[in-house]
């Protein structure tokens, strides 16, 4: 059963989120919060899987509610909720710890699907959230990429893990993991996510 929190200042937010995702098979929401404070005060005792937070709240805001759950429960996956398409918002959230981007007007079952894929560690630019990302050109830097490293980021951009990498490129996991932490370097990437949003950057989607 993934456990799952809601942390949105919009009580109407949180009581439909909370209904779509209670509905669904595998999933339960263990706890909803109106603050970032009252999130993490509540994260020991709710234990959760996924977070979705909502990038604007009052004091703390969803960046600071991202660094301060995932200092309380490093194994919490944190979705960014987003109805708004802000590039710095994005990557606040991102360097806070955040996962992916899950935009609140998607359909429920998308919803469901992007919590569950977010418990396992998968990257998620729900709907719209792909579009929160600044696509200013990098050819230059594309130029550098080997045709490994490129198909191997085209299929982080999918949301592959990496062993269904390693059967597309005919490597072993470990040699996928190599280049992994070889293109953070190069890209100046913190996780996968940053590494999707690269290689949306540098055109390879």
Do not use: W
């Not at 200042?9 to 339960?28: E, H, Q, S, W």
């Amino acid at each position: 059963m993934t456990r799952v929190i809601l942390v949105d200042d919009d009580p109407l937010v949180r009581t439909m989120l909370t209904n779509c995702l209670n509905a669904a098979p595998g999933l339960v929401v263990r706890g909803s919060y109106g603050s970032g404070t009252d999130a993490v005060a509540a994260v020991p005792a709710d234990q959760p899987h996924v977070a979705l937070v909502d990038i604007v709240m009052p004091d703390p805001d969803g960046p600071e509610t991202t660094r301060l759950l995932r200092a309380a429960s490093p194994r919490t996956q944190v979705l960014a909720l987003t109805s708004l398409a802000d590039p710095q918002a994005a990557a606040a959230m991102l360097n806070a710890g955040a996962l992916g981007f899950l935009p609140k007007d998607l359909a429920p079952e998308a919803i469901v699907h992007a919590v569950q894929s977010a418990r396992h560690g998968l990257a998620v630019l729900g709907g719209a959230g792909a579009g929160l990302v600044d696509r200013r050109p990098s050819t230059d830097l594309a130029e550098l990429l080997s045709p490994t490293e490129r198909k191997i980021l085209l299929l982080i951009r999918e949301g592959r893990t990496t062993e269904q990498i390693a059967r597309e490129v005919y490597l072993s996991p470990s040699t996928v993991k190599y280049h992994v932490t070889a293109l953070m370097e190069k890209l100046g990437a913190t996780n996968r996510v940053t590494l999707a949003i690269r290689a949306l950057e540098l055109g390879l989607c």
